[in-house]
């Protein structure tokens, strides 16, 4: 709806449509208060009490609607309650425009391949997946950095696309967990997602997809920081669900993501280094009482320019030191560390072992007993599709590299130009 919007405008417009407040009016919208069950209580006698649990039962009816319809249900639904009595503004909402990169080649953008090299390089990238853009513009703007100002091929940076694809992923993952737990509150399923789709991870698949060599910036770093790659790979997810649609970010998520949960499991990785490292530390406070002893991060050295500074920081606990390492950030390097002082230490916390041999007896129980299901269900379906699309999409879609050489030039001249 928003083309011309920066990240930080869609994000404001969001957080105003989703927050509980405004939800709480939608549900009055439909009248969902009428068919609410609910324990009588003083609780809900408490205006702001029932406007919570409405806003609560507004989220339910979309999740419900979206698991039995898809999202287009969904989306018809919430419009009609956002724009109701607002014709235009809710044909506004569900005929939005395409991409502008999408209205400019309705068609595909494809046979600009051969005029820029930039294009070209991305196809080996292409090829590496196993999926190729209908509007290949769309791959290289999610590669480009703000750093690189406007250009005409592009027509901006990739930060709307990070917006998307965060949300894309929160989506699909949610969808997924939801599905594979049946049993797991809220609670435990909010832990599985944050696992799945905070920045490390993100991080190493874009890590594992080579995805760096081919990232865009006016000065090119050595070393993306964890949050850049993060921000790459949410930017990528954000461009392929504009340019191929829902089902190829689930299938990219179901290759890519979700065979890491079993490992993230069984190391409990919901908890980030430092405060696993304080829980542990946390168990061995005495029967005395008193004030219990934590672990504590100095700062040990500092090395490099502003941009590119290295910090080392130590972990102790106790007055003994339990390691040292260094990162691009202090906040970072005190992560690296506490990862570090857990892998030394197991010696002074045995209760790592320990959970991770019940967990694993567990999982192996359960697999014994034919009980649980493979953690990534949808990974030979995924292949397959991975795989046809390959070569359909290499067989259907793929362009022919004899272009007019004298239009080749003309348009690279007039995409190039600022």
Not at 237 to 256: H, I, N, P, R, W
Not at 273 to 278: E, H
Request: hydrophobic content about 35%; overall charge neutral; aromatic content about 8%.
């Amino acid at each position: 709806m928003f083309p011309d919007l920066e990240e930080g405008g869609l994000a404001t417009y969001r957080a105003a449509i989703v927050q509980n407040q405004h939800l709480a009016v939608l549900a009055k919208t439909l009248g969902l208060e009428e068919f609410m069950l609910y324990a009588h209580g003083s609780d809900l006698c408490h205006d702001l009490e029932l406007r919570h649990a409405m806003a609560n039962c507004f989220e339910a009816l979309m999740g419900a609607l979206f698991l039995d319809g898809g999202i287009q249900v969904a989306d018809k639904v919430f419009g009609e309650a956002l724009f109701k009595g607002s014709d235009d503004l809710l044909n506004e909402w569900v005929n939005y425009p395409p991409h502008p990169l999408q209205e400019q080649e309705p068609l595909g953008d494809r046979k600009w391949i051969s005029c820029f090299p930039l294009l070209q390089n991305l196809t080996k990238f292409e090829d590496s997946i196993g999926v190729q853009f209908n509007h290949i513009r769309l791959l290289a703007r999610a590669f480009t950095d703000r750093s690189m100002g406007y250009t005409n091929l592009t027509l901006g940076s990739n930060q709307r696309l990070e917006f998307l694809g965060d949300t894309v992923l929160q989506l699909i993952a949610s969808e997924y967990l939801y599905k594979f737990f049946p049993e797991h509150h809220e609670g435990h399923l909010s832990l599985l997602r944050s696992s799945l789709v905070n920045n490390r991870t993100q991080a190493v698949v874009c890590n594992d997809l080579g995805m760096t060599k081919f990232a865009l910036y006016s000065n090119p770093k050595a070393e993306l920081k964890t949050k850049d790659r993060a921000d790459l790979l949410e930017a990528f997810l954000g461009a392929m669900y504009v340019d191929k649609g829902l089902e190829y970010c689930q299938t990219f998520c179901s290759v890519c993501f979700f065979p890491r949960l079993q490992d993230f499991i069984m190391h409990q990785d919901w908890n980030d280094p430092k405060s696993k490292l304080q829980q542990c530390c946390l168990t061995l406070r005495t029967m005395e009482g008193g004030e219990p002893e934590i672990p504590v991060y100095k700062v040990i050295e500092c090395m490099g320019p502003t941009n590119t500074r290295i910090y080392t920081v130590a972990v102790y606990f106790k007055g003994r030191r339990l390691a040292k390492a260094s990162g691009h950030s202090i906040q970072q390097a005190e992560m690296n560390a506490a990862k570090k002082a857990l892998k030394n230490s197991q010696g002074l916390f045995p209760q790592l072992d320990h959970q991770k041999r019940v967990i694993s007896k567990s999982m192996n129980r359960q697999h014994r007993d034919g009980t649980t299901r493979s953690t990534s269900p949808q990974t030979n379906k995924s292949d397959k599709i991975v795989s046809s699309t390959c070569k359909r999409d290499g067989s259907s879609k793929r362009n022919s590299k004899s272009q007019n050489n004298g239009n080749c030039a003309s348009k690279q001249s007039s995409l190039s130009s600022k």
